[in-house]
Nanobody
Framework: QVQLVESGGGFVQPGGSLRLSCAAS????????MGWFRQAPGAVREFVGV???????LYANSLKDRISISRDNTKETVFLQMNGLKPEDTAVYYC?????????????????WGQGTQVTVSS
């Protein structure tokens, strides 16, 4: 069974930093683009960023100055580093795996999803 398990979420003050992890198993990790999405209450799930199987990165324009995504193929883990967090960053953050390059910024382009981890930015 394919599993994507996010961790590292929690409460953080505005301006703080957080590093999320996503541990993958049951899939050929090196062959997949690994994306991050988030979903706030009442909102659609939106693209955060992705690290491709070739280790290139793409970020949402609204977040690109504050986030960094990386992967460790040996540990089969992908990371989302977030800095300068704002209350509007509050959401459930999801890790996802995709084999298709053309749809890596869309939810429908991803084959596997994690359960999500809650990030709450509040003072």
């Amino acid at each position: 069974q394919v599993q994507l398990v996010e961790s590292g979420g929690g409460f953080v003050q505005p301006g703080g930093s957080l590093r999320l992890s996503c541990a993958a198993s049951g899939l050929p990790f090196r062959s997949y683009h690994m994306g991050w999405f988030r979903q706030a209450p009442g909102a659609v799930r939106e693209f955060v960023g992705v690290v491709t199987r070739s280790n290139n990165t793409l970020y949402a324009n609204s977040l690109k100055d504050r986030i960094s995504i990386s992967r460790d193929n040996t540990k089969e883990t992908v990371f989302l580093q977030m800095n300068g967090l704002k209350p509007e960053d509050t959401a459930v953050y999801y890790c996802a795996a995709s084999r298709a390059i053309s749809t890596i910024m869309t939810t429908e382009g991803y084959e596997y999803w994690g359960q999500g981890t809650q990030v709450t930015v509040s003072s």
